[in-house]
């Protein structure tokens, strides 16, 4: 009998036997070397099946990350349009409504929130059965207390920070006022670093400070319209309200943020209408309140009669404000729940670079360069921050890359 080893595609060498024709094959010594030779293939086999079942997990793995990834930025493009809409239509009938002859602070107001209703359906659809226990488990544990705490603290803050910038309106030049507000995004980069972690680059950065600027490029306009006298007390309580209105904006949406992963920690969208929904019923009440108390209401049938599109316009403008705000509403919170709270505010500053152009194109503005500039600065500082979760993805890809190739070479 002769013995040879012959060595596999995989490196494992299997020995096989070869039986002179005059040895009987029912020797003890040729069953011996059968039963090695078998159990050598069997190995083989195992090992085979091993790798492909790695490799085909390892493919669903990725497969399935890829996905998840591409409905989260699906999500996030939604939301985003949401936001660029509804604050661009939102801020056009605004300006319609004021030039149709109304002339109620409070209705205009009021009309910012009064599209919570509509969100009413989605509130009421059943979440999924098929959700992930764990996550389920973890939202009924906030009481019902907490969640009704976040939501009337939320809502009160968006009360104060909008009275604060009507203040800052009264008081303030537009162009001062419009420099302060554009601070908002550089208080909410800051406030996000110290309550949400938000990681800061030399790219995000260089976002922030160019998106501060297209919306603040509007102070080298010449503003007919601003009073030459202003008083040293009315520059101080237009200043001081201005500033803590985009302190507190910026606040805001940095603890909503930490309200999404400290308390309403649900993978869900059904979290993100019920804030919107709460907090745009307490604003609502509240401006309702502010209606009645300063007697505006009395004025609301002679506003409408001097409308002059009509009674029917009048409605139907207030009735589109008020879906074009919930829009707003519901992507700015989306963007914080599905990015962050820098994210929502990037986005909020690029509609007001973005907003010139629906101007332009529905109520016939003129497109100055100074318009054109804050456009092109608004825009290059989008690119920018989102070049900057171009890096991120990439890095994180290198990151899961890595522990897999390892694992493999250990195999």
């Not at 604050?87 to 919570?116: C, D, H, N, P």
Request: proline share 2%.
């Amino acid at each position: 009998m002769l013995l040879s080893s012959i060595k596999s595609k995989n490196g494992v060498h299997i020995v096989r036997c070869s039986l002179n024709k005059k040895k009987k094959t029912d020797s003890p010594t040729f069953k011996a070397y059968v039963t090695m030779e078998g159990a050598h293939e069997k190995l083989l086999h195992l090992s085979f099946d091993e790798t492909q079942v790695a490799e085909s997990s390892e493919i669903a793995k990725n497969s399935s990350l890829q996905s998840s990834k591409l409905i989260q930025w699906l999500q996030v493009f939604i939301f985003t349009f949401f936001t660029l809409g509804g604050q661009a239509a939102g801020t056009l009938l605004g300006r319609v409504y004021y030039e149709q002859g109304a002339k109620s602070r409070w209705i205009a107001t009021l009309a910012q929130t009064a599209g919570f209703p509509f969100l009413l359906p989605f509130l009421c659809y059943p979440s999924p059965k098929n959700h992930d226990d764990q996550q389920l488990s973890i939202d009924h544990q906030s009481s019902v207390l907490v969640r009704a705490s976040v939501y009337i603290f939320l809502g009160l803050f968006q009360v104060a920070n909008s009275m604060l910038f009507t203040v800052g309106v009264q008081y303030l030049p537009v162009s001062t006022y419009s420099l302060i507000f554009g601070s908002q995004l550089a208080f909410t980069a800051l406030t996000s670093f110290f309550l949400n972690g938000q990681k800061m680059t030399a790219i995000i950065l260089n976002s922030i400070v160019l998106l501060s600027f297209s919306s603040s490029v509007i102070i080298f306009r010449d503003e007919t319209g601003d009073s030459g006298e202003i008083s040293r007390k009315s520059l101080f309580i237009g200043f001081a309200a201005t500033t803590l209105g985009s302190l507190g904006y910026a606040l805001q949406f940095s603890l909503t943020e930490l309200a999404f992963q400290k308390v309403f920690k649900s993978g869900t969208l059904k979290v993100v209408m019920k804030m919107s929904f709460y907090i745009g019923l307490l604003v609502t009440l509240t401006s309702s309140i502010g209606l009645f108390v300063s007697d505006e209401w009395n004025d609301l049938e002679k506003e409408m009669r001097e409308f002059r599109s009509g009674k029917l316009s009048y409605v139907m403008n207030l009735v589109w404000t008020a879906v074009s705000w919930q829009l707003y509403a519901v992507g700015s919170v989306g963007l914080v729940f599905k990015a962050s709270a820098l994210f929502s505010n990037v986005i909020i500053n690029l509609g007001g670079s973005v907003g010139p152009i629906f101007g332009m194109v529905f109520l016939k503005e003129k497109m100055s360069g100074l318009k054109v500039l804050s456009l092109l600065l608004g825009l290059w500082g989008y690119a920018s921050y989102t070049y900057q979760h171009y890096l991120d993805d990439l890095e994180a890809k290198a990151s899961e890359a890595k522990p897999s190739t390892e694992a493999g070479d250990n195999f």
